[in-house]
């Protein structure tokens, strides 16, 4: 059984920082690729960052490039979103996906793996 388990969310006071990890288990990830998403209150869950696990290629939204970087760990079955200058908008739960391709696919329905989610608060 895939599970994908989140964490590292928070409350941070806009312009800080969190790095939110997904820790991957029950499968190889090799020949896949792993996204973030997030679904702000009464918003429509939107693509963050996505991450071919062999190639290391990635994808990015427009709103986040330049402050989120999406990077993976093999050795520990890792995928991390490190978050950097956050504002408010940020605010969200963000999930972890995982898909059978190597592409870093930035829409949701390509995923058929997705863990809980973890909440991130950013204040004004």
């Known amino acids: 059984q895939v599970q994908l388990i989140e964490s590292g969310g928070g409350l941070v006071q806009a312009g800080g920082s969190l790095r939110l990890s997904c820790a991957t288990s029950?499968?190889?990830?090799?020949?896949?690729?792993m996204g973030w998403f997030r679904r702000a209150p009464e918003r429509e869950r939107e693509f963050v960052a996505a991450?071919?696990?062999?190639?290391?290629?990635?994808n990015y939204a427009d709103s986040v490039k330049g402050r989120f970087t999406i990077s993976r760990d093999n050795a520990k079955n890792t995928v991390y979103l490190q978050m950097n200058s956050l504002k408010p908008e940020d605010t969200a739960v963000y999930y972890c996906?995982?898909?059978?391709?190597?592409?870093?696919?930035?829409?949701?329905?390509?995923?058929?793996?997705w863990g809980q989610g973890t909440q991130v608060t950013v204040s004004s």
């Open positions: 991450i071919s696990w062999s190639s290391g290629s990635t």
């Open positions: 029950g499968r190889t990830f090799s020949s896949s690729s």
């Open positions: 996906a995982a898909r059978g391709g190597t592409a870093a696919a930035g829409e949701a329905h390509a995923y058929n793996y």
